[in-house]
């Protein structure tokens, strides 16, 4: 970048002119060159939101989220009610992976155009519905790790099971074939579980509650052992 240049092209220019060369750079998709524009208008003139959004979405297509998103939010330290501000925000927030966040500015975007009857077409509406889809995959990707630590857990604990049983063998009348038959029962059942589980989804792993009545079968097995694995495990 030339910075000698921009010193004679753009010393004598106003915020709003030095706007209007920002948007000619990046209509060209000259992003830093306009980038350079917006920040010199934003010195001249640092109360105008619109430069802000305007860098903001140069960094957005550089794919400089950090960036892009410290320009929303000075946006909407000056003008809460800019959509545009709303609307970067929340896309630079799915890039960071903060889908929450992302969500509610992108809803305070659609909700503020509305309002004041600026037309988005469906692009807020679809950025909405992408925030919650990635929201919906990085939780189901926690329930899945959640339930296999569980399954996991429950598996240590049969086996210590028929590992105690077996140790304690002459203290009772079992034998060992019955002891591995009632260990690989146990271990088809804990199976179908979780296969049951994973089919249908309505009972989350983390409900410890709900998954020990459905696994009261093995409540001598494990009951002693739930409030360990709930504060080792589910508060991770």
Not at 35 to 42: D, G, L, R, V, W
Request: proline share 1%; hydrophobic share 35%; net charge neutral.
């Amino acid at each position: 970048m030339n910075t000698k240049s921009y010193t004679y092209s753009t010393a004598n220019l106003t915020d709003t002119e030095l706007k209007e060369q920002g948007n000619n750079y990046f209509t060209t998709k000259n992003f830093e060159d306009a980038i350079h524009c917006y920040s010199k208008a934003i010195t001249k003139n640092p109360n105008n939101p619109v430069y802000f959004t305007n860098r903001a979405l140069c960094y957005l297509k550089l794919k400089q989220w950090n960036e892009a998103a410290k320009d929303c939010r000075s946006a909407l330290e000056i003008d809460n009610s800019v959509v545009k501000a709303h609307f970067f925000l929340g896309q630079c927030l799915i890039e960071l992976e903060q889908f929450d966040d992302a969500i509610a500015y992108l809803q305070r975007a659609h909700d503020i155009s509305k309002a004041q009857k600026q037309n988005f077409g469906d692009d807020i509406a679809a950025q909405i519905r992408f925030a919650r889809k990635k929201r919906w995959s990085e939780l189901e990707e926690k329930r899945i790790l959640q339930e296999s630590k569980f399954q996991s857990y429950l598996s240590s604990l049969i086996k210590k099971d028929k590992e105690e049983k077996i140790s304690s063998i002459h203290k009772n009348h079992s034998t060992i074939e019955e002891i591995d038959v009632q260990f690989d029962d146990n271990m088809k059942e804990l199976q179908n579980i979780f296969t049951k589980l994973d089919k249908n989804r309505k009972i989350p792993v983390s409900n410890i509650f709900e998954v020990g009545r459905i696994v009261n079968n093995f409540t001598d097995i494990f009951g002693k052992f739930i409030y360990s694995w709930k504060q080792n495990i589910i508060t991770d």
